[in-house]
């Protein structure tokens, strides 16, 4: 089941930054990074 999330959340992270992309350029590196940033934090505040 974890396996199923971890490829959605990566799968919803890829489309959301080729969308971006497709808008402006570097804004899809921008808006991928942020995402894959708040996923890391939150993974961080919740293995305290």
Do not use: E, Q
Not at 2 to 15: F, K, P, T
Not at 24 to 39: E, I
């Amino acid at each position: 089941m974890d396996r199923v999330r971890l490829l959605l959340a990566a799968s919803g992270v890829g489309l959301i930054g080729y969308g971006a992309w497709l808008h402006y350029p570097p804004a899809g590196f921008v808006t991928s990074g942020v995402l894959l940033f708040a996923v890391a934090m939150v993974g961080a505040l919740r293995a305290r």
